[in-house]
């Protein structure tokens, strides 16, 4: 089995939530509390980031990986979840497609 790897939608989320963690500790340091990090801690959770770095790395390398700029095709959303039981929504019947093959 292969990735689809899309990197205009990658680089926004990974851009979003470096952001959003970046300014959370950044007003926590600023404005709470200095954070402080035991040097051991600090040790640990980089070998963590790194063992992990290493492993997408060696996931993203695999030969039958397909990597695109956007995504080339349009998806369909389709309407299901949860209902309640005084809620009349009609559903459709998306088995109805498995039917005609």
Not at 2 to 29: C, G, K, T
Not at 34 to 55: E, M, N
Not at 77 to 101: A, C, S
Request: glycine share 2%; hydrophobic share 55%.
């Amino acid at each position: 089995m292969s990735l689809q790897i899309f990197l205009a939608e990658f680089f926004i989320d990974l851009l979003i939530y470096f952001a959003f963690w970046f300014v959370l500790v950044l007003s926590i340091n600023r404005f709470l509390i200095r954070i402080k990090i035991h040097k051991v801690a600090a040790i640990v959770l980089l070998a963590i980031s790194g063992l992990h770095t290493i492993v997408a790395l060696l996931i993203a390398s695999d030969d039958t990986n397909l990597f695109y700029v956007k995504r080339p095709f349009e998806i369909q959303v389709l309407e299901t979840g949860h209902v309640f039981i005084w809620q009349d929504i009609e559903r459709p019947d998306y088995r109805e497609n498995e039917k005609e093959m």
